[in-house]
Each structure stands twice: as C-alpha cells, then as structure tokens.
C-alpha cells in the first residue's frame, strides 16, 4: 500500500538542530499534504508543522519560527528542519499523509512509525 519511513531523529543538546526526513513510497496518486506530529509522555499529540500540495505550510504555535517544514515532490518526501530545540522539543515525532492512491479515489490518511527526538544536556 503505503509507507511512510522517518528517519534522523537521535539525541540533541539544548539550542542545537536536527533534520527529520519522511519518504513516501508505494501506490501513490497524490498526496493532499503530508504533516509531522509529535507526541511526548503523558501529552496529547500535537500538530507541528503541515505542509500542502501547493507548498503552503502551517506551524503550530510552540515552533514557530524555529522549525521549517519542506519537500522534495521527485523523493516524494518531506523534511521538518528543526533549530533552536529545547528540551520540550522531546517527543516522539511522527510522519502523516493524506494519500490518494488510485485516481477517483477517496484520500486515506497514513502514518509513519515514528521517530524519537531527544533534546537534553
């Protein structure tokens, strides 16, 4: 069906940088916007960055001007450059897609496995 594989996540100190990669593979027609989340212990999940089929992007509030989501439409994959990080920056960060697999279908939404972020002196 479809994949979706994060990678680049790993252990960072405070005020430092990460890249987080997100390939999409398999039965793909379009993607409507592809999305990184992130969830810490005992939080609810937060939407950290959207970025849509026309390039426009959406932060949340708490990354703003820090993190920068783009993609590569050739890779099909999406990257969320990451600086500035602070501890509550630690979170399990999460790759999501709404797909479109076959034309004339409905877009399905699919999700990565995930990847750890750990921001910590």
């Known amino acids: 069906q479809v994949q979706l594989v994060e990678s680049g996540g790993g252990l960072v100190q405070p005020g430092g940088s990460l890249r987080l990669s997100c390939a999409a593979s398999g039965s793909i027609f379009s993607i409507n916007f592809m999305r990184w989340y992130r969830q810490a212990p005992g939080k609810e999940r937060e939407l950290v960055a959207e970025i849509n089929s026309g390039g426009g992007t959406t932060y949340g509030d708490s990354v703003k001007g820090r993190f920068t989501i783009s993609r590569d439409n050739a890779k099909i994959t999406v990257y969320l450059q990451m600086s500035s990080l602070k501890p509550e920056d630690t979170a399990v960060y999460v790759c999501?897609?709404?797909?479109?697999?076959?034309?004339?279908?409905?877009?399905?939404?699919?999700w990565g496995q995930g990847t750890q972020v750990t921001v910590s002196s």
């Open positions: 999501s897609a709404r797909v479109i697999m076959r034309k004339f279908e409905y877009p399905r939404d699919c």
